[in-house]
């Protein structure tokens, strides 16, 4: 590294590890310029964030005070990011019982309060500060940018949350964001949409992944109704290749998976190149479980500390780097929730099999699979006017040729299958406890 570069790198980090409040423009700034670091500087500016976030946690927070006793650490316990995995997880149940000894009690800053996991039947409160929102704002721009759209440009935001609505109604003009509640869609409304998105004229088309699913099929069948934005950007639920591929045909455009959480934000996203999601590291870092499971510390919270969260997802963790040139790590994709599995009777673990087969079959809108035993499934489908009756039958032999044989399988069709209260739809459910 040059002496040029080498200023260069060192005011970066600066701007990257200063905690020091600054108009949100400046965090836009230094991501999209740390974007662009290798893999080792950025490691390193993820190092000192740590240090410093795990020196306020051990002195500033009860649960981590008594928790570095009871573990019997100390901060020199720690010289590298590999040392996190002296710490305990951090569980939802943990969260629940000890969130405010999580807190900072003396904090004197901006504090917001937030909530998650009602599709987990685990729901949890926990703060955000300041700093951490400047993050995660500037964040979801990188990923704008990251699907072509610049600063200015219109997009649509169809969100299954209705609590996420700038006032709490269902469609709303904000600067240049149509936001869009899909917590319910019919074809009254996937009329009005339609007609929306044609007078808005939007570049970028984000939204919950079954909302944007169940649009696209729409315009398919109204072949006469053409929206053409540059990039859709689907998040909140899992992207089977098989509705990437029917998003890319409606909307004759590229689909960027975005992935994230309420706990800790912008996780990962895709680069032109769609090889994988590049980890936000300026944000969190990501360790990934020998089962796939996905753990991260958020670098940016300190009102309450998220170390080692268990988030309850699996990825597909990768060993390569993109060709695009970003310095960020990579992960292949996620598969689940964790809880989102299939135990056969032969005690065979099914994760994304359904969604690959069920959505590339003809006709099929949505799905639902609930595992009331562990030889009974039951296997729910939103029928379109493509839906062949007779795949039925090929379903229920293709999934005991692949899956074990001694599943006994019941088909239902129900007009529609509502979503959680969060606003997604839960694609599996399971009545089997977890091990056997």
């Known amino acids: 590294m ?3 570069s080498a200023w260069k790198y060192l005011k970066l980090k600066k701007m990257l590890t200063d905690r020091r409040l600054r108009h949100r423009d400046f965090y836009v700034n230094a991501i999209m310029k740390g974007q662009w670091l290798s893999s080792q500087e950025i490691e390193e500016i993820q190092w000192t964030k ?4 795990l020196h306020f946690a051990y002195h500033r927070t009860p649960y981590y005070k008594k ?3 009871e573990y019997g650490l100390t901060l020199n316990s720690f010289s590298s990011i590999s040392d996190l995995k002296k710490l305990p997880l951090l569980t939802r149940k943990i969260l629940q019982k000890e969130w405010i000894d999580l807190c900072c009690p003396d904090w004197r800053g901006k504090k917001y309060l937030n909530r998650s996991g009602g599709s987990t039947g685990e729901p949890v409160n926990f703060y955000h500060d300041e700093i951490y929102e400047n993050y995660a704002e500037a964040s979801r721009k990188w990923t704008y940018a990251l699907c072509g759209l610049k600063k200015g440009e219109r997009r649509v935001k ?5 609590r996420d609505s700038p006032d709490g109604t269902k469609v ?12 319910t869609l019919d074809n009254a409304l996937l009329e009005e949409i339609s007609k929306l998105l044609i007078e808005w004229k939007p570049l970028l088309i984000e939204g919950y992944v079954n909302s944007l699913y169940t649009l696209a099929q729409y315009l398919l069948e109204e072949e006469e109704v053409r929206i053409r934005p540059r990039a859709v950007q689907a998040t909140a639920e899992v992207l089977f290749p098989s509705q990437r591929k029917v998003l890319e045909r409606a909307f004759q455009a590229p689909v960027f998976d975005r992935y994230g959480s309420r706990e800790v934000s912008i996780i990962g ?8 999601l590049h980890i936000m590291g300026f944000n969190n870092i990501v360790e990934i479980m020998s089962d796939g499971g996905i753990v ?4 940016n919270n300190y009102v309450m500390p998220f170390i080692r969260y268990v988030v309850g997802d699996v990825v597909n963790s990768s060993t390569e780097e993109c060709r695009c040139g970003r310095g960020f790590p990579v992960i292949e994709g996620v598969q689940g929730r964790a809880n989102d599995v299939i135990i056969s009777p032969r005690g065979k673990r099914i994760w994304g099999y359904f969604g690959t087969l069920l959505y590339q079959t003809p006709g099929v809108r949505k799905f639902q699979v609930v595992q009331e035993s562990l030889e009974n499934l039951t296997i729910r489908i939103v029928k379109g006017p493509d839906f062949i009756e007779e795949c039925v039958d090929k379903l229920r032999e293709e999934i005991q040729s692949n899956c074990d044989s001694s599943f006994r399988i019941h088909f239902e069709f129900p007009e529609e299958i509502s979503p959680a209260s969060s606003g997604k739809v839960k694609f599996i459910i399971s009545h089997v406890k977890q091990g056997g």
Request: hydrophobic content about 45%; aromatic content about 12%; glycine content about 8%.
């Open 296 to 299: 991260v510390t958020n670098l």
């Open 158 to 162: 169809l969100w299954g949350n209705l």
């Open 50 to 53: 740590l240090k410093n976030l």
């Open 2 to 4: 040059n002496s040029w």
């Open 269 to 276: 996203h895709e680069c032109e190149r769609h090889s994988g």
């Open 67 to 69: 928790i570095f006793a």
């Open 172 to 183: 709303v003009k904000k600067g240049n964001l149509l936001f869009i509640n899909t917590f």
